[in-house]
């Protein structure tokens, strides 16, 4: 199938161009950015020797003309108006930005106004072990945030079990290529190397995220304190849940059994950590109690777990794919 | 006064010599670790050209001959046996490792049987914050974990206010300088560039440590659930706690009110990081709320504050001079 | 065909266990170390939901029954034992360590006695892009060491017009993963993060290796003065060669008139660095001139180029197939 | 003595604030930068709690008042304007930028038009081991390059040795500091980070700068060959010379005479790395020689030796105080 990448220059499109490059049924016809005009090896020199092509400025129509489905990584808001104008001209899109990831309200709580109040009812939340059937049938599918990815595979399973009016905390921390390509004083070198810091406590976006969620497959509402930190590295994300269970369950039973089906969640009998699903679409998750008090651990590439290869598995279940089909399952680093 | 070093072959050791070199009160006249014969710009180099002394094998008696105090950085158990020899030669002692921190019983359930139970129940525990009028008149003082003096001087301050029946959970991180010199698997540089992971959730035996003494100086009874990490650095320790508090307080205010009189801990506005306190002997805070959710957030040196240049606070405590003689407030790494 | 990996356990068999399992042409029959019994998730957990085999203890005769070809990533030494009784049960075999790259003489001057005079003699260095008739009917292929590889295809070019009495310096750093799996004081991860240093200074045994293969392929003789350096990462090589011009000539021409038919050598119009090849097999090349003054300088991945993807190249020249057949090109990492 | 700091924003104005703090002759009475109003802790939160000053809009009248020497830590063109005003008012410079480094003809060339030609040709360069005697008088000093700091100490003492028809190539590397603390890409932590590059070959404006100074101590001329490169940490430098002898001359004896009485010469028997300069005014230095063939390796941390300490010491010469009054011997960062 022929496939479009919008939204070439960044970190998540550059891992789109790398998985995609060797996936035995997708073909890239189309790749963009909001300039055109340049070859791709020129934004990524350590494409050269590999893909020789010229990067278009991002245009629907044209679009179309050449992809069955197309791939966005594009900032949140900019997003949405290139999704509706596709999914109009009959393209199937996997959107990796913020844009149809929540109901309507949260997002404009949130985010901002939506302009495509259309198609945000019906699209489907990417996480492929929670939405599988529903992905199927999807035209537009929302790939979710990496926060949200690696804490609701590690909280998920434990929902039912927790104490109903106890607070959930989330302590998570990511590599630095999660902020993106753009220059920053968090991603100057000499002001993360050697550190270690929190972010945003409690007012990230990706908490209302895993709460939405929390409650749409669960069915249960719980306060999710989130607190984002930041990893002298370049990619990886660590995700502690701590919350305070009903009754001394056997956690390790509940966490095999929730994933003993899964392809690409490996659960772990001892700590997780980053080396291991870096490069990779795994999700590695550990669980240990001490009484009633819970704690679960995952891992994830930020970037592809976290975002361009959930992507290429949202795509290959929405075209019939085998869910692992030229999926990165050992290293893909950097 | 005249001080003496055993153990200085290790990283606490050596920040114990490079902090005494240019204390106004303190005068080295004794460094010794467990094989002697060797100058001490052997066993580091970077001390060529600033120290020329030879270290002697450690003897109790030659100490105290020619000093009045003695500081200890030896492992675990290695400790009381000099410490109760010092101690009865009349030398004072501040004790760097686990030997004294805990009541008798606590610590033979987590550590092993003790061989100087006569001194145990008289040594102060270290934490200047919370001890300093003991500490005046100490003998003896066993200097805190690294964790726990993070993770305590976060904590008290919020435990009246935390809901009685409720989890409290700590996830610290800390740089591998803390797991010490020796070779291993953990701190093997592949395996730990790039990476981050937790090990030994729930059973650090600094766990212990810290709900004693909650209870000791709060006289309040909590469940503490504590989880560290390892992090890709050399050093630097960020510990964040998580609880629930029984009503929406004013935690800015309770922090500030506990730490006003406090010239080493730094209450800060932003989350605070690593960098700020590296080299020095600064625990920085930041507290933030959501509801009646309570995230806490201490940085501090784990080799400083956390183990070497604590030890020099508290025998200028000990000693009658300032607290913040000679004592670290601008970078002192590595 | 049917390929056995020999010496499993370190960073170089997990490599080749890595580009083997998508390899379209080879496939992997047998994996062996030295003490055998032993999934091979045990041994590297990111294989985990990846391969699931039992790794054997090291028997030629084992491998001739399931195998044609056998990777041996052994120590110096312990190589030429297995390569001699492999080449003699009529297993072609890809050795990557320094048993089978040195003439004789060379090799006893500053390895050991050798035990496999018989084959010496008739092993293939394997640097594709110099050796490449060679390999198509090579039975044993000696791998070349990581600081030649990225030092010979920098250098070879231009060994021709570089001044017959002068001097010839390399300035090399590697990642420490070169330095293998071991413990060691110099990759424990205090010494060397945030530092940099040279060891070994004019007496690696690299050294002698490029001379050599100087003057085997270009029939020249000059002294080489290799000084190479441990970088704080995990892995990558960069070479600097400086040598002194018998003329002001186009080096750019030079340069890309020995590479333009190559796959894996990608001549770059400015300093290279470690990014663009890590993961991959690629060597980037740059060249630059001051008068007579000359620097070149080359990136590879060291334990790729500089081991297990080029062991595979020349495996593919072997048997015939495409030499980039399975080969990375877009990163591989961790 | 009265100090004036101005430039106090960057990486090297904040260490001078450091060591000026603690110095026991120099007392700090005006702090300045471009903008002014502003506390010194909102620049450079880690001195909190340790000095509350008002940073000052630089204005030379007014450290004239308060002041009797001013350290510029400006960036070159604007030094240049600053250092003549308050040289007229009759405050005394060590300024920290190129502006007068140079002869004025080889300023111009590399740089800029020189606006103060008054003064640049009786400025002293500031390298202590070789310039004290001009020091002692000196009214400007122009604090030397980082990269010719590392590089003069190494190749002074063998220049009369090198074959006088030779190249002379220094291959230099320098952690990401030294490019300052304003946002670039190559300074972005995924850029730099698990990465290494040489940039500007045989271009850097500090090659200029060790030739010409080659030719005032020694009085000979030499092709100097300069590649620079940027390591992936923080701070520190690395210099390594490749020079050919005349003979093969005993190199260790050289290097021992040169700087037998130098306080800030360590020469060492071993390769030297950047942990034991980090944070200090020391320069390490080994020797090695493969027949003709010369290689001398320096280090220093390039934000102390390369800069701010550099110019204390020539301050303190400069005033006739001990040159290493005040002098950080150990670390001292970040």
């Known amino acids: 199938m022929n496939v479009a ?10 891992e789109l161009i790398k998985i995609l490059i060797n996936h ?18 020129d934004l990524h020199p350590c494409l050269a020797g590999v893909i020789d092509v010229e990067v278009s400025k991002a245009d629907a129509s ?3 003309k050449v992809a069955d489905l197309a791939f966005l ?42 302009e495509d109040k259309e198609h945000i009812k019906d699209s489907v939340y990417g996480l492929p072990e929670y939405y599988k059937n529903d992905l199927k049938d999807a035209k537009l599918v929302a790939n979710p945030g990496c926060y949200p990815t690696a804490s609701l595979l590690a909280l998920l399973p434990f929902v039912d079990y927790i104490q109903e009016d106890s607070q959930i905390f989330i302590d998570a921390k990511s590599g630095v290529s999660g902020a993106g390509k753009k220059l920053s004083e968090v991603a100057h070198f000499v002001n993360l190397n ?6 945003n406590p409690f007012k990230h976006r990706h908490m209302p995220e895993i709460e939405e969620k929390v409650k749409k497959v669960k069915n249960k509402e719980f306060q999710i304190n989130f607190v984002p930190h930041l990893l002298p590295i370049t990619r990886g994300m660590l995700v502690s849940v701590f919350a305070t269970l009903k009754e001394e369950i056997d956690v390790e039973k509940v966490l095999e059994d929730a994933y003993k089906d899964s392809e690409f969640v490996r659960v772990r009998k001892t700590p997780v950590d980053l080396k291991s699903t870096a490069g990779t679409n795994f999700c590695d998750i550990f669980v240990s109690r001490n ?9 994830i590439d930020n970037l592809l777990r976290g975002a361009s290869s959930q992507a290429v598995v949202n795509a290959n279940i929405m075209c019939g794919y085998e869910e692992g089909e030229g999926i990165p399952k050992i290293a893909y680093v950097p």
């Not at 900019?78 to 149809?100: I, Q």
Request: aromatic share 12%; net charge negative.
């Open 194 to 199: 050697e550190n270690h810091h929190a972010y």
């Open 73 to 114: 990584a594009l900032p949140h808001k900019t997003s949405m108006f290139f999704a509706k104008e596709l999914l109009d001209l009959g393209v199937k899109v996997v959107d990796l930005s913020a844009d149809y990831r929540l109901e309507l309200e949260t997002y404009e709580k949130h985010y901002c106004p939506h």
């Open 5 to 14: 990448i919008i939204g070439a220059s960044g970190y998540t499109g550059l």
């Open 24 to 41: 035995p049924k997708f073909n890239i016809t189309y790749i963009a950015n909001s300039t055109g005009n340049e070859n791709v090896q």
């Open 62 to 64: 044209e679009v179309a």
């Open 291 to 299: 009484g009633k008090a819970l704690f679960i651990n995952s891992s």
